[in-house]
C-alpha cells in the first residue's frame, strides 16, 4: 500500500462526509486531500496521548519527535509524513501542527475546554489552510473562512472521539458549532462549491 493509499484507507471511509467531498473533486485534490485529513487524524491521537500513562507517551512522543527530524531531512517512515511529501504539502506548516500536538501530548490540561479549544483552534486553522490551498488555490481570500472552519472540524472530532471528555465536550461542541458557521459565513460565493 503506497502512503496516498494508507492516508485514504485510515480517513476517508466510504459513505462519510469525507468522503463525499472528495467525489466531485479534481484528480489533483482527489489525491492530496486525504493526507489533509490523515495528518489531522494522526495530530488529534498524538494530542490525545495526554490521557496515556507517562510511559507511553513518552515512548510514543519520543518516535514522533524523531519523525519530525525525519520529516525535515526528506527521510520520514511515517505513511502519512511520507505522503505529506509525494503531495507537496509545506512541510515547515506540518512540522507546526506536529509540534503543537506533542506539546498538547505533554499537558496535562488538555480535558479543560480552554486547553482543548486552543488545541484545536492552533492546528486545526493550519489544517483548514493547507486544505482551501488544495481546493481553492486561486479562489478569493479564503484563509480566514478555512481557518475557522479546520478549527471547528478539528474541534468537532476531537469531542467525538474523546470519550475521557465527557465534562467538557457539551461545550467543545457549541465552540466547534460557532467556528463552524463563521467559517460557513465567510466563504464567498465563488469559492463555496470548491471548499
Given at each position: 500500500m503506497t502512503p496516498r493509499e494508507h492516508c485514504e484507507s485510515t480517513a476517508v471511509a466510504p459513505g462519510?462526509?469525507?468522503?463525499y467531498t472528495l467525489v466531485n473533486a479534481t484528480p489533483a485534490v482527489r489525491a492530496a486531500l486525504p493526507v489533509v485529513f490523515a495528518l489531522a487524524?494522526?495530530?488529534r491521537q498524538?494530542?490525545?496521548l495526554s490521557a496515556q500513562p507517562n510511559e507511553v507517551r513518552q515512548a510514543k512522543l519520543g518516535w514522533w519527535m524523531e519523525e519530525a527530524k525525519r520529516l525535515t531531512d526528506a527521510q520520514p517512515r511515517h505513511p502519512v509524513s511520507r505522503a505529506v511529501l509525494e503531495c507537496n504539502l509545506p512541510v515547515e506548516r506540518v512540522l507546526d501542527v506536529l509540534q503543537s500536538a506533542m506539546a498538547c501530548a505533554l499537558s496535562e490540561h488538555l480535558p479543560?475546554?480552554?486547553a482543548?479549544?486552543?488545541f484545536c483552534l492552533e492546528t486545526g486553522r493550519q489544517i483548514g489552510e493547507m486544505a482551501?490551498?488544495?481546493?481553492a488555490p486561486n479562489g478569493n481570500d479564503v484563509n480566514s473562512a478555512a481557518a475557522d472552519l479546520g478549527a471547528g472540524a478539528q474541534l468537532f472530532?476531537?469531542?467525538?472521539?474523546?470519550s475521557h471528555l465527557p465534562i467538557t465536550a457539551?461545550?467543545?461542541?457549541q465552540q466547534a458549532d460557532r467556528l463552524l458557521e463563521k467559517g460557513d459565513r465567510g466563504v464567498a460565493v465563488p469559492d463555496r462549491y470548491r471548499l
Amino acid at each position: 500500500m503506497t502512503p496516498r493509499e494508507h492516508c485514504e484507507s485510515t480517513a476517508v471511509a466510504p459513505g462519510s462526509a469525507r468522503y463525499y467531498t472528495l467525489v466531485n473533486a479534481t484528480p489533483a485534490v482527489r489525491a492530496a486531500l486525504p493526507v489533509v485529513f490523515a495528518l489531522a487524524d494522526e495530530v488529534r491521537q498524538l494530542a490525545a496521548l495526554s490521557a496515556q500513562p507517562n510511559e507511553v507517551r513518552q515512548a510514543k512522543l519520543g518516535w514522533w519527535m524523531e519523525e519530525a527530524k525525519r520529516l525535515t531531512d526528506a527521510q520520514p517512515r511515517h505513511p502519512v509524513s511520507r505522503a505529506v511529501l509525494e503531495c507537496n504539502l509545506p512541510v515547515e506548516r506540518v512540522l507546526d501542527v506536529l509540534q503543537s500536538a506533542m506539546a498538547c501530548a505533554l499537558s496535562e490540561h488538555l480535558p479543560e475546554t480552554t486547553a482543548l479549544t486552543n488545541f484545536c483552534l492552533e492546528t486545526g486553522r493550519q489544517i483548514g489552510e493547507m486544505a482551501a490551498g488544495l481546493c481553492a488555490p486561486n479562489g478569493n481570500d479564503v484563509n480566514s473562512a478555512a481557518a475557522d472552519l479546520g478549527a471547528g472540524a478539528q474541534l468537532f472530532d476531537f469531542a467525538t472521539e474523546s470519550s475521557h471528555l465527557p465534562i467538557t465536550a457539551q461545550a467543545a461542541f457549541q465552540q466547534a458549532d460557532r467556528l463552524l458557521e463563521k467559517g460557513d459565513r465567510g466563504v464567498a460565493v465563488p469559492d463555496r462549491y470548491r471548499l
